[in-house]
């Protein structure tokens, strides 16, 4: 593998998570039925939605990640205490969008200074797993790191086992993506996840799109698997509806790795807010280059 196809799979990870969030936005919390009624297809990135945004606008999920990537590249490793005060940096930004435990968690840090909180059945979410590329994308090389740093970031909003398998599992994958293994390896560890908790499993799939974890990577696994293309896996994933940005972006991660920065269509890209795809270029970059020295 050459360092320049590992970069156009990280950068279409990267890029193609952000496309995801803001494609999908439109149509979060819509239902399947809906959306069809209003859109036939949505395939464009128009702004709008609930939140009312700028067409190429990204809502938390890009924002988050973001944070925790920033956290990375400015202490060239790994620093909880950093990561948990860009979150609060961000929370306190005044941004359009957070979940509740996303919320929750960092007040918890922000007034506490605790860094996790106790294992609770109501953080199976999706807000730990949504957030995770930068730590794949700097441990490229260091699946010790890997799992280690996932679980520390993860834990200052969500902890729970669901979360933490999925957010496991779904960074696995993206790594041996952009490390261009091929589809028996993508299944075999898709398969580890559902043999240790049996409710991810995807197919049939039961149709659910919602922030909760189990549905999150049931909708994601289904259609990452059952299109050949980047386009298609976007646009099938954010007309599933429910949380479309989340599920969307997750998507986008997993298809833009498998199929390279090249294959992310041109009027996403242009639409997409331009600062923001300045900053994921950079910040994929330096995260990608501090693999290399891990
Ligand atoms: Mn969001
Ligand atoms: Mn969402």
């Not at 957030?131 to 010790?144: E, F, G, I, Q, S």
């Not at 696995?172 to 490390?179: C, E, F, G, V």
């Not at 659910?208 to 646009?235: M, P, R, W």
């Amino acid at each position: 593998m050459s360092t320049k196809q590992i970069l156009s799979r990280a950068l279409g990870a990267y890029l193609g998570f952000a496309c995801g969030d803001a494609l999908g936005a439109t149509v979060e919390f819509m239902s399947p039925k809906l959306i069809q009624k209003r859109y036939g297809v949505h395939r464009d990135i128009i702004g709008g939605g609930w939140l009312n945004l700028e067409a190429g606008q990204i809502t938390d999920d890009t924002q988050m990640s973001l944070a925790l990537g920033q956290a990375i590249v400015d202490h060239q490793g790994w620093s909880i205490q950093a990561v948990a005060d860009n979150f609060v940096a961000w929370l306190e930004s005044n941004p359009p969008d957070i979940g509740n435990t996303c919320r929750r968690g960092i007040m918890r840090y922000r007034d506490n200074g605790e860094l996790f909180g106790l294992p609770r059945d109501d953080d199976a979410g999706n807000g730990a797993c949504m957030r995770n590329l930068p730590v794949v994308l700097a441990t490229l090389n260091r699946p010790d790191y890997f799992s280690d740093w996932s679980l520390q970031q993860s834990h200052i909003t969500h902890n729970h086992p669901l979360s933490d398998a999925a957010t496991l599992t779904l960074g696995r994958i993206a790594n041996q993506l952009i490390n261009g293994l091929d589809m028996d390896a993508w299944k075999q560890e898709a398969g580890q996840l559902i043999d240790q908790y049996g409710e991810f499993a995807y197919s049939p799939y039961p149709g659910k799109a919602s922030g909760y974890i189990v549905d999150t990577v049931q909708t994601i696994l289904h259609y990452f698997f059952s299109t050949d293309n980047f386009e298609s896996c976007l646009v099938a994933t954010v007309n599933q509806g429910a949380d479309a940005d989340t599920t969307g972006a997750l998507a986008g991660m997993l298809a833009g790795a498998r199929y390279g920065v090249e294959q992310i269509p041109e009027r996403w890209l242009k639409q997409l807010d331009q600062q923001v795809v300045g900053q994921i270029r950079r910040q994929t970059a330096e995260l990608i280059r501090l693999a290399e020295l891990l």
